[in-house]
């Protein structure tokens, strides 16, 4: 497998991950499926920002994952938010991890101080891998989403990326 950036021809089976995860789980809290238009905004956004868009492949894309900011307002310039999501068929096979790795890798080099994940709180496999890279949670936003017929909780994790100056 080699994680590598995004490229504009994997922005097909990016859509087709997103849109899986949209219609079979709870980790993309949207009910209609999203469009290449805006997965192409969407990536040329983050790349024109400055932030990476990255893909796990064997052959096929078999996930992806980029961050970007998690707020607006120059007091969270050193603050990222990410995600990640990997297809039904690859996940349980540390792809998840790889890409989390490669992420957390660009964000230090990029000397950005911490990462955020947003992820739903009955989401048990996603709470797991962020413990086991050493992200801490931060808080808990009770019934704030609605996907699957009920409402969701949203647990906040955060990673230290760089000790305080």
Same mark, same amino acid.
């Given at each position: 497998m080699r994680i590598d950036d995004a490229a504009p021809e994997d922005l097909p089976a990016?859509?087709?991950?997103?849109?899986?995860?949209?219609a079979g789980t709870n980790a993309i809290w949207r009910d209609a499926p999203t469009t290449i238009e805006e997965r192409m905004a969407w990536c040329r956004g983050r790349?024109?920002?400055?932030?990476?868009?990255?893909?796990?492949?064997?052959?096929?894309?078999l996930g992806f994952g980029s961050y970007g900011p998690f707020r607006t307002g120059d007091g969270y310039r050193f603050t990222v938010e990410h995600s990640v999501h990997v297809t039904a068929a690859a996940r349980g096979r540390g792809i998840g991890l790889a890409l989390m790795e490669a992420l957390?890798?660009?964000?230090?080099? @990029?000397?950005?101080?911490?990462?955020?994940?947003?992820?739903d709180a009955g989401a048990d496999a996603s709470l797991?891998?962020?413990r086991r890279l050493g992200f801490t949670e931060a808080g808990r936003l009770i019934g704030i989403g609605r996907?699957?017929?009920?409402?969701?909780?949203?647990?906040?994790? @955060?990673?230290?990326?760089t000790q305080d100056d």
């Open positions: 990016i859509l087709a991950i997103t849109n899986a995860v949209i790349i024109e920002a400055g932030f990476p868009v990255l893909v796990a492949r064997e052959g096929d894309v957390i890798a660009r964000a230090r080099a @990029q000397g950005l101080r911490v990462m955020v994940a947003g992820v797991r891998l962020h996907k699957g017929g009920g409402w969701r909780d949203l647990l906040f994790l @955060q990673k230290q990326l």
